[in-house]
């Protein structure tokens, strides 16, 4: 029964991870996505249904449209696959909660889609801010003895985000970031939200760094770097913080 628990959270990862590459490609162009039929973004070619299972419609396609033979990004069978990956490494971590597994699962699909769209366009959308925002309304409605914890966390790291955004005129943070702790924030609790940020800042600061030397341009996409953090954070953040503070005693 836990194997096909397992297996249903894996396949449903890889369907959803198919809708992230939708999101991925058209929220920057500010094409709709819901009601449009998926397509080919070379030909226009409808896509059938037997060219939109995950993986192995790419792979049984030789990742090239049928219509017009142009080859396809690798970047679909990638996120599919990162997606259906995480998913099922969820429900193993967070296994018989299961109202965390959905929420984590959903957390990392929009992590997902806002680091590949602001690593190429530098903007974080909005519309993936309120849906991890509302993310975290749930969590707060589903443990509201510790409202406090979630509260805090939303408005600890945003406020100074927000005061560094203010200080350099949105040179050094742009709002999306702000608004992502806050959402984040909100859903993880204020631990697990400043390791986030912290786990996300020292790995921008290295990756980065390194880039740069080998010629790369000095301006940071943090997005994705905030998204691994919070991401990290989620899943193993309550274990890391708990043998920490056991250190001390406490």
Not at 43 to 61: A, D, K, M, N, T
Not at 137 to 165: C, E, P, Q
């Given at each position: 029964?836990?194997?096909?628990?397992?297996?249903?959270?894996?396949?449903?990862?890889?369907?959803?991870?198919?809708?992230?590459?939708?999101?991925?490609?058209?929220?920057?162009?500010?094409?709709?996505?819901?009601?449009?039929?998926?397509h080919?973004?070379?030909?226009?070619?409808?896509?059938?249904?037997?060219?939109?299972?995950?993986?192995?419609?790419?792979?049984?396609?030789?990742?090239?449209?049928?219509?017009?033979?142009?080859?396809?990004?690798?970047?679909?069978?990638l996120?599919?696959?990162?997606?259906?990956?995480?998913?099922?490494?969820?429900?193993?971590?967070?296994?018989?909660?299961?109202?965390?597994?959905?929420?984590?699962?959903?957390?990392?699909?929009?992590?997902?889609?806002?680091?590949?769209?602001?690593?190429?366009?530098?903007?974080?959308?909005?519309?993936?801010?309120?849906?991890?925002?509302?993310?975290g309304?749930?969590?707060?409605?589903?443990?509201?003895?510790?409202?406090?914890?979630?509260?805090?966390?939303?408005?600890?790291?945003?406020?100074?985000?927000?005061?560094?955004?203010l200080?350099?005129?949105?040179?050094?943070?742009?709002?999306?970031?702000v608004?992502?702790?806050?959402?984040?924030?909100?859903?993880?609790?204020?631990?697990?939200?400043?390791?986030?940020?912290?786990?996300?800042?020292?790995?921008?600061?290295?990756?980065?760094?390194?880039?740069?030397?080998?010629?790369?341009?000095?301006?940071?996409?943090?997005?994705?770097?905030?998204?691994?953090?919070?991401?990290?954070?989620?899943?193993?953040?309550?274990?890391?913080?708990?043998?920490?503070?056991?250190?001390?005693?406490?």
């Open positions: 029964m836990e194997l096909l628990i397992y297996l249903t959270v894996l396949l449903l990862g890889l369907c959803v991870g198919s809708f992230c590459n939708v999101l991925i490609y058209r929220i920057p162009k500010n094409e709709e996505f819901v009601k449009t039929p998926s080919c973004m070379t030909c226009g070619h409808r896509l059938r249904w037997y060219e939109l299972i995950p993986l192995l419609s790419w792979l049984c396609q030789r990742g090239k449209c049928r219509a017009c033979g142009t080859k396809l990004s690798a970047q679909y069978p996120v599919e696959a990162l997606n259906g990956l995480m998913w099922l490494l969820t429900a193993i971590v967070f296994g018989g909660d299961w109202i965390t597994v959905g929420l984590y699962c959903v957390l990392f699909s929009m992590l997902l889609v806002l680091s590949v769209i602001d690593w190429r366009t530098y903007i974080i959308p909005n519309g993936i801010n309120l849906t991890i925002f509302l993310l309304v749930v969590r707060l409605a589903t443990d509201l003895t510790n409202w406090k914890l979630y509260l805090i966390g939303m408005l600890a790291v945003s406020l100074v985000f927000l005061l560094l955004h200080v350099t005129g949105g040179r050094g943070l742009g709002m999306g970031d608004k992502l702790v806050a959402a984040a924030g909100l859903l993880l609790g204020w631990p697990k939200m400043l390791l986030a940020v912290l786990a996300g800042s020292l790995s921008g600061a290295v990756i980065h760094s390194l880039r740069m030397r080998k010629g790369s341009s000095n301006k940071l996409a943090f997005g994705p770097y905030l998204a691994a953090g919070i991401w990290f954070s989620a899943l193993v953040g309550e274990k890391l913080i708990t043998a920490y503070l056991s250190l001390f005693g406490l």
